[in-house]
Structures are given as C-alpha cells and as structure tokens.
C-alpha cells in the first residue's frame, strides 16, 4: 500500500448518520408490524447492553444479523442494498476532503456492511463488516470491520479520518488524525 493513504471511516465520518440501523429496517421491512416491533425491540436492548458495556460490538453485530439478514438469499440482500445506497445522504467532509483525495490513495474503513458500501462507492475501495454465505443465504457474520479488525488490511497510514476512538487501532497506525464530528473536523494527531 502507498505510504500517503489516506483513510475514512464511514457511518458519522462521510454520513450524517449511522446507516447499519437504517439498513437493518430496509430489511426489515417485508416482515409483518408484530414481527418489525419484536425485532426492534431485541434490537433495542442489545444496543443497551453494548452501551453498557456487558456485550461486545461483535455480539451486538451478530444479534443484527440474526435478526434481519440470516437465511436471506444473496440476491434479495443485493438487491436491499442497491435500493439503500441510494437513500444514504453523504456529508460535506465527503464533498470537500473526500473526493479531492487522489483515488489511488483513499480507502474506506468501515464497522459497516460491505454488501451496501459497494453500491454507494462502486469504484473505490472499501473495506466493511462482511456477510457469511451457507447455500446461497446469509448464515452468520464473517467479519466485523470494527476496532482491531480494522489494521488487518491496513499497516500504515498518513491521514485518518474518524468520528469515533473505537478506530484506536488506525489511530495507532496513522500520521495525522482527524476527528470529524457533523460537518467539521479537528486534528488530534
């Protein structure tokens, strides 16, 4: 990889929001209201214990993927995230740093899935949170693209962009750090 990459986290970093929730209820969608509201809820008080601390992100993934994506069909999954990426709004850090950083040396890092990411940057490269496939349905997670997930493709890096110190691990790594909150950033390192 070039010395001079340039990396960006995703939900909260080049979005306004995160968007695994809002991908989770596109799912969710062909499911009757009793089923959507159980779903939510579960949803609700496992995000609760992640805040507490008493479960992992990757627990708190797993519970996601168990309820809204396993023993979906790829292409019902594919087709989901195609329609998706069309509804995420990307922010002014995407349109003024972003796109005005040589492609060849700008990677997006993100906890988020990669099934949707490809659709919003179908030409760049991105590194997500990946789906297990059993037969042609989704069957667990693989990979978590969070925390110290995020160094094993990446070794080093110039300049971080980030909205979170769960990205400690690239912070680690990187010569510069932004942190980016709404539409501003502040250096750190």
Known sequence: MSSNLYV????????Y?????????ELNKRNNTILKIIKRVILLKASILYKLK??????????GVRLF???LKKNEIEKVADAYSKLITLNKIYYEIFINT???QRIISSASF????????PDENVI????????GQVDSLKTNNYGTEKVN??????????????DKPLMDISKNVYMVKDDTIKKIK
């Not at 008493?54 to 519970?63: E, G, P, Q, R």
């Not at 080093?156 to 769960?166: E, G, R, V, W």
């Open 8 to 15: 960006f986290d995703f939900d909260k970093t080049l979005t």
């Open 17 to 25: 929001n995160d968007t695994i929730l809002g991908f989770y209820y």
């Open 54 to 63: 008493i479960i992992s992100n990757d627990t708190l993934k797993i519970v």
């Open 69 to 71: 994506l396993k023993g």
């Open 102 to 104: 040589p492609k060849k």
């Open 114 to 121: 990669e099934v949707y990411l490809k659709y919003v940057f």
């Open 128 to 135: 997500g949170t990946t789906l297990n496939y059993k037969q």
């Open 153 to 166: 493709s990446i070794d080093k890096i110039f300049t971080l962009y980030t909205d979170s110190f769960s």
